[in-house]
């Protein structure tokens, strides 16, 4: 005889809520994770999951304008938020000051970790338009990259603190 | 030459549009979890998984007593006497370390693969064990390999050959 599923399908919960400026409905089991409702039934593969236990920040996204790991979040408890997430940054060709920074100072190699890192600049330089070397690291020390060694990022988050305040970047 | 060039993939890695395995999605793919030993060193008296292939929505399971019928050991490449470690992807009679997989299970979705394993009966027996290098020196202490391969026989034109080294045998 077949055991019957943890969660049937009777239990699965309607989940409402904005992403990049789009209303969207889903549906997930109670206990599914933010992280895996923006993935898995909205297809946002931009955010990416790590380390799944909160550790590594590479789903990182920003939730009624505060970042969030969305990996310790339940997409229950997203119900009627707004969610910035990476796929939102750019508008059309155009892409954010950001990750022009990003792209024009090497701060990224093989991508997986960027997202999160991108997230975690953007509300840093909401907060505080012209950070120092130590505030930046202090700004992105929830998000780990395996691949930069941090020193790239840094100077691009520089870079795009510059770009977004307006001054002339060189180089 | 002489100009900084922008790498051409850093756009789709910028925008969220990069395909890393995990994005990747193909009609009627399965998922598999990984049921894992809770103890550095354990005889495995028994791993019960009919519970686990009675859930809706589970494929398959696969224990280590299978995995060795099925397949080969992992080809060792160190050097004596670890090179006669014999060892497959899930554990086959004994587990070596915590951590180490000792069943796994194949689901429609990942949440029931992953419940799946908690149907999952696996019997212990718990044996000593040695968390450090220096103690793992001593004589008498399970350094030793569990399982020893057994010496394969020549093949037949190994036999043959005028001439064989040593290096190619494994």
């Known amino acids: 005889m077949k055991l019957a599923k943890l969660t049937p399908k009777d239990d699965l919960v309607r989940v409402r809520c904005k992403v990049n400026g789009d209303a969207h409905t889903g549906t997930a089991e109670p206990r599914t994770l933010l992280v895996y409702f923006l993935r898995d039934v909205l297809n946002l593969t931009g ?13 990182t996204v920003i939730m009624d304008g505060k970042t969030v790991k969305s990996c310790m979040v339940l997409a229950v408890q997203a119900e009627g938020a707004n969610i910035l997430t990476v796929e939102g940054l750019a508008k059309g060709e155009n892409l954010h000051p950001i990750q022009e920074a990003f792209w024009e100072n090497h701060g990224l190699q093989c991508g997986y970790c960027t997202p999160g890192m991108l997230m975690s ?51 | 030459m002489g100009h900084p060039l922008k790498r051409k993939e850093d756009r789709r890695l910028l925008t969220g549009l990069g395909k890393f395995v995990d994005d990747i999605k193909l009609p009627g793919m399965a998922y598999a979890a990984i049921l894992r030993s809770p103890y550095a060193h354990a005889r495995i008296l028994g791993i019960d998984v009919s519970k686990a292939e009675r859930l809706e929505g589970v494929v398959c399971t696969l224990v280590g007593e299978e995995v060795a019928k099925l397949t080969d050991p992992f080809l ?49 027996e718990a044996v000593d064990h040695v968390l450090d290098a220096k103690e793992a020196l001593k004589p008498g202490r399970s ?14 034109a190994l036999c043959a050959a005028p001439f064989a080294t040593s290096r190619l045998q494994t």
């Open chain 1, 47 to 59: 955010t990416h999951v790590g380390c799944d236990t909160g550790h590594c920040g590479a789903c």
């Open chain 1, 121 to 171: 600049s953007l509300f840093l330089l909401q907060r505080n338009p012209n950070p120092t070397d130590e505030e930046i690291r202090r700004g992105i020390d929830g998000n780990l990259c395996r691949c930069t060694g941090y020193v790239n990022i840094v100077k691009s988050v520089k870079a795009a603190a510059k770009k977004m305040r307006g001054v002339e970047v060189t180089a």
């Open chain 2, 76 to 124: 060792q490449i160190s050097s004596p006497p670890a090179n006669k470690l014999k060892d497959y992807c899930l554990a086959v009679g004994k587990v070596h370390f915590a951590g180490e997989p000792v069943a796994a299970v194949v689901a429609e979705t990942r949440s029931t693969a992953e419940d799946a394993l908690e149907l999952i009966d696996a019997e212990y």
């Open chain 2, 143 to 156: 350094r030793t390999p569990p399982t020893q391969a057994t010496r394969r026989p020549r093949p037949r």
